[in-house]
């Protein structure tokens, strides 16, 4: 697609379009070198800023990466795998996206970054209650590639330095029996679009302003006495989150 200064796309849209294309068409392959700024404004017949304006998109996108004084290159895409979620499921699985992971031959590690106890943050006092409690953030990784950030609230009996003990090899359910005092099983989940803050860019190794999935959801116990809020943030590209769909059985009419 030709550059217009005609068409009704701002220059720098087309521009970003035209380069995405090239990048996704696999005509630009991954690890390859961008032409630097003002020869790409020269081939495209645009001025520098246009191209500094096409390129910031692309690289919140995860399409392409700045290195500092090397120059603009075409980023790795991890590949995606898929993580099926039932809308009939009940009892809380953590293991499954470990598991999803490993059918697909990758491999999936959890890393527990921090505990802190903390006044409860409004998403979390909404349904946990105001006061302290505990904010836990790990992270999941894919070969490597961070592919989850996740927050939890919960008030718990043990303390930072015993959560921190028990849970450094990954927080399993069974570990969640042992922090949260009972097993927990799901009371709702929601999905949303939201763009990396600086915390996110840094844990997801991804640019500040970058799409994200946030996935937040709370835990019940049995009773529904809610025990966790979580909120889980996911680079674009990086999993497929699906929920299966399964016709009516027949009930024999």
């Given at each position: 697609?030709?550059?217009s200064k005609n068409a009704a796309l701002?220059?720098?849209?087309?521009?970003?379009?035209?380069?995405?294309?090239?990048?996704?068409?696999?005509?630009?392959?991954?690890?390859?070198?961008?032409?630097?700024?003002?020869?790409l404004a020269a081939s495209f017949g645009?001025?520098?800023?246009?191209?500094?304006?096409?390129?910031?998109?692309?690289?919140?996108?995860?399409?392409?990466?700045?290195?500092?004084?090397?120059?603009?290159?075409?980023?790795?895409?991890?590949?995606?795998?898929?993580?099926?979620?039932?809308?009939?499921?009940?009892?809380?699985?953590?293991?499954?996206?470990?598991?999803?992971?490993?059918?697909?031959?990758?491999?999936?590690?959890?890393?527990?970054?921090?505990?802190?106890?903390?006044?409860?943050?409004?998403?979390?006092?909404?349904?946990?209650?105001?006061?302290?409690?505990?904010?836990?953030?790990?992270?999941?990784?894919?070969?490597?590639?961070?592919?989850?950030?996740?927050?939890?609230?919960?008030?718990?009996?043990?303390?930072?330095?015993?959560?921190?003990?028990?849970?450094?090899?990954?927080?399993?359910?069974?570990?969640w029996k042992q922090i949260v005092g009972?097993?927990?099983?799901?009371?709702?989940?929601?999905?949303?679009?939201?763009?990396?803050?600086?915390?996110?860019?840094?844990?997801?190794?991804?640019?500040?302003?970058?799409?994200?999935?946030?996935?937040?959801?709370?835990?019940?116990?049995?009773?529904?006495?809610?025990?966790?809020?979580?909120?889980?943030?996911?680079?674009?590209?990086?999993?497929?989150?699906?929920?299966?769909?399964?016709?009516?059985?027949?009930?024999?009419?």
């Amino acid at each position: 697609m030709a550059i217009s200064k005609n068409a009704a796309l701002p220059l720098h849209v087309q521009l970003e379009n035209e380069l995405r294309g090239l990048i996704e068409s696999g005509e630009y392959v991954a690890g390859q070198r961008l032409a630097p700024e003002p020869e790409l404004a020269a081939s495209f017949g645009v001025n520098r800023l246009t191209v500094r304006q096409a390129l910031a998109e692309l690289a919140r996108a995860g399409l392409i990466v700045a290195r500092q004084g090397v120059g603009t290159f075409v980023a790795r895409r991890p590949q995606p795998f898929t993580v099926a979620l039932s809308a009939t499921d009940w009892a809380v699985e953590h293991e499954r996206v470990t598991r999803a992971a490993q059918l697909g031959g990758r491999l999936m590690t959890e890393e527990l970054l921090d505990v802190e106890r903390v006044e409860a943050s409004a998403a979390a006092a909404e349904y946990l209650g105001r006061g302290s409690m505990f904010w836990i953030e790990a992270v999941h990784r894919v070969d490597g590639d961070p592919i989850l950030r996740t927050q939890y609230w919960t008030r718990s009996s043990l303390s930072p330095a015993e959560i921190r003990e028990i849970a450094a090899g990954g927080l399993t359910a069974a570990l969640w029996k042992q922090i949260v005092g009972a097993d927990m099983y799901y009371t709702w989940r929601s999905f949303d679009a939201i763009a990396a803050d600086r915390r996110n860019a840094a844990v997801l190794d991804v640019p500040v302003g970058s799409p994200l999935l946030q996935r937040c959801g709370l835990n019940s116990d049995v009773t529904g006495r809610p025990l966790l809020y979580l909120q889980r943030d996911a680079p674009s590209g990086r999993m497929r989150t699906v929920v299966p769909s399964h016709p009516p059985q027949d009930r024999g009419r």
